[in-house]
């Protein structure tokens, strides 16, 4: 469980390392939004913002990003305020970025929508703004790496963190005869290689070698839903041809790895 429990990266965990700053300079008044105009795909704030980052003033960034979300043109200034408030430990508010999180992963921004998914699981797998909620990290982490969007569009990053946090049967309120956290964490790894993380490939065939070593019951399970996709291969050969380049074939592959996951966390409420 304290596994389960620990930060990627330099994250704190627990409380917030430094007083809510929620409003830490942030102007969202009618005349900042007015301010932001559309500018190509994105907002004039988003564009400030990404400017005062580039020149280290972390604050006049989040009051330009801040701006950008109210606004309301694109998602992008929520995310990028959200990562402020998560990772700059001067200018960390959890909730703040949680709220601004649940934006873009609701929203249908294929681009950063997974991503924002991955915070918000790591938010709610680590209690950052109550008590740990093992569930709904499991399904902020699953929308990162298989279920935001159809294409399927992910976070690689957010498929390794699902892997390494998969909860337990009793923890997920389902019948440990069916609930197979290897399996599950088989899948993640795979979907993750695909995104070009060839470490992620590696830990995907350990998963799969240590299984046969211990005739471990899902290997059977995931056969037949190999079989069941229409995968050319056997389970096995999921984590190789995760790292197919051509991108057509890539996708297709996702599609497939996102019903084999469907099919093994059908009892996950």
């Not at 070009?196 to 490939?201: F, G, R, S, V």
Request: glycine share 10%.
């Amino acid at each position: 469980m304290a596994a389960f429990l620990m930060m990627t990266g330099a994250v704190v965990t627990g409380a917030s390392a430094a007083e809510p700053t929620q409003s830490a300079g942030v102007s969202t008044g009618e005349q900042t939004i007015l301010d932001c105009t559309p500018d190509a795909n994105v907002d004039s704030c988003w564009r400030a913002g990404v400017v005062a980052e580039k020149r280290g003033d972390a604050q006049a960034a989040l009051a330009a990003y801040e701006a950008s979300c109210s606004a309301g043109f694109q998602v992008g200034g929520c995310y990028e305020a959200g990562k402020i408030y998560f990772l700059n430990v001067a200018l960390r508010d959890y909730e703040a970025a949680q709220e601004r999180m649940e934006r873009v992963c609701g929203s249908d921004d294929v681009g950063i929508g997974p991503y924002a998914c991955k915070y918000l699981g790591i938010i709610y797998r680590n209690g950052l703004t109550g008590e740990p909620r093992i569930d709904r990290a499991f399904a902020e982490l699953s929308r990162a790496c298989f279920l935001h969007n159809p294409a399927p569009f992910i976070d690689g990053d957010g498929c390794k963190i699902l892997a390494d946090s998969i909860p337990n049967a009793d923890e997920m309120g389902v019948d440990e005869e069916i609930w197979q956290p290897e399996y599950i964490a088989y899948l993640a790894f795979a979907m993750g290689c695909s995104d070009d993380m060839p470490a992620l490939c590696g830990r995907a065939l350990e998963i799969h070698s240590r299984a046969v070593a211990q005739l471990a019951r899902w290997l059977g399970r995931c056969a037949e839903d190999v079989e069941a996709v229409g995968f050319a291969g056997q389970c096995e050969d999921l984590s190789r041809a995760a790292s197919v380049a051509d991108y057509d074939q890539r996708q297709a592959f996702r599609r497939r790895l996102v019903s084999m996951y469907h099919r093994a966390t059908e009892f996950a409420g």
